[in-house]
């Protein structure tokens, strides 16, 4: 597998207030060679959030650990990593939210205070012996905040959501990515692979992986340095992985015409929905959903998700659907 892997704020396209901040902080922190704060990332999957631990750590020439919420699920596992970290190291925790109760409450001496509270024995007899720890930072990250204790939560310096991006955005990483996995792919081509990116970098970057195994497969001409992507080509492949004008991918296309077809423009739960439509609840959450509101196709409403007028003016157009009474 080819990956792309920004190692500078400057590599780093959109998330520009995020970036402004981190870019100071990251200055401070090397001018007083001090630790970096305690930082937390919140924001779907695939929105860049290791990238930026990633891009920190770089910027500081820092050690970098990445572990997982479910990957630290005993005290003692979260110890270990705890007390084999090294003065400066940045520690990445991934899905935070989902380390359990015990295991969140060890973190937070060890944030405040870099210290671990052991206790040996139990009832009356037990005692707590703490153990210092060097000095780190730790950065997390989850797109379900609410999960985490709510001290674990405060004892995060900095804390930053993570945006979608704008098509544009993603068209500027496409174009780049691509160049750097040898394909040219002209700005306007690129910004039809962003519309059906869902405002995701991994899901661009995914597109792009396809991509080039498909131009790769249908050139003559396999050692030129840079593959162009003629529009032939691209209109090949955007039939091939059936992508619509409006960028609508086949999933899209599910969720519209099932929330039409068997809860007659809703409104309907998510996971209803969801599973009607043969997509997981989580996904629907995190990826179509939120990109199917952005472009007004449904919308949220307390009764749960609807179709809106553009979402039937969609249906109309692709599928000759009559318009709801
Ligand atoms: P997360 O940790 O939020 O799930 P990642 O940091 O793993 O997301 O990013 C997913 C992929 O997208 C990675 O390959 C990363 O290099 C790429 N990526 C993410 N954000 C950007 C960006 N702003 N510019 C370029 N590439 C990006």
């Known amino acids: 597998m080819i990956y792309f892997r920004p190692h500078s704020l400057d590599e780093f396209i959109g998330q520009k207030r995020i970036k402004d901040e981190l870019s100071v902080y990251i200055s401070s922190v090397k001018k007083r060679n001090d630790i970096f704060p305690h930082t937390f990332?919140?924001?779907?999957?695939?929105?860049?959030?290791?990238?930026?631990?990633?891009?920190?750590?770089?910027?500081?020439?820092?050690?970098?650990?990445?572990t997982s919420g479910p990957v630290l699920d005993k005290t003692g596992t979260l110890a270990a990593v705890l007390t084999n970290l090294?003065?400066?190291?940045i520690l990445f925790i991934d899905e935070i939210h989902r380390m359990p109760k015990p295991c969140q409450e060890i973190l937070y001496t060890a944030m405040e205070d870099f210290a671990l509270d052991i206790v040996i024995g139990k009832g009356n007899a037990g005692k707590t012996i703490r153990l210092n720890l060097p000095k780190f930072t730790l950065i997390g990250a989850t797109n379900k905040p609410n999960l985490c204790l709510a001290p674990l939560r405060d004892r995060f310096q900095l804390i930053f959501k993570l945006n979608y991006y704008k098509d544009e955005e993603l068209r500027d990483i496409i174009v780049k990515v691509s160049k750097s996995w040898g394909l040219e792919i002209e700005k306007d081509l690129a910004f039809k692979l962003a519309k059906a990116s869902k405002g995701i970098p991994r899901q661009a970057l995914n597109l792009v992986r396809r991509l080039r195994e498909f131009v790769l497969l249908n050139s003559k001409t396999k050692d030129q340095k840079l593959l162009k992507v003629s529009s032939q080509v691209f209109e090949d492949f955007l039939k091939l992985l059936d992508i619509d004008e409006w960028g609508l991918t086949p999933e899209d296309r599910r969720c519209l015409l099932t929330l039409y077809k068997e809860f007659k423009g809703g409104p309907v739960g998510v996971t209803a929905l969801a599973l009607s439509a043969d997509i997981t609840p989580e996904e629907f959450e995190t990826i179509y959903e939120p990109a199917l509101i952005r472009m007004g196709l449904i919308a949220r409403t307390k009764r749960g998700r609807i179709l809106t007028q553009k979402g039937y003016l969609y249906l109309k157009e692709k599928f000759n659907l009559p318009y709801k009474e």
């Open 41 to 66: 990332f919140i924001g779907a999957p695939g929105l860049g959030k290791t990238t930026l631990a990633r891009i920190i750590a770089y910027e500081l020439k820092r050690d970098l650990k990445i």
């Open 86 to 89: 090294k003065e400066g190291n």
